[in-house]
């Protein structure tokens, strides 16, 4: 079962997904849903007004280092504990 954490951030990718309405979970991978560039960086900008952090990577990096929801889920996780 998700955390409130993981479901939010699948809530904010489900928004951007080409998915046609298959399940995202932490396994799914980004590639898979459509979200480009674009979408990736409205993506992380939702992510770091909602949980006031700061995610400092480029959209190169940030393919490089998000394969997955998960991933995300877990930078975003680190993020919000390093402001704590």
Known sequence: MADQLT???IE???AHAETGGDEITTSTDLNTLGI?????T???FDLEEKYGI???MNTVD???NLKNVGDMV??????IAKKA
């Open 7 to 9: 479901t939010e951030i």
């Open 62 to 64: 940030a393919w490089s």
């Open 42 to 44: 409205e993506i992380i």
């Open 36 to 40: 480009h560039s674009l979408e990736l």
């Open 54 to 56: 700061e995610i400092e």
């Open 74 to 79: 877990e930078a975003v996780r680190d993020l």
């Open 12 to 14: 904010k990718i489900k």
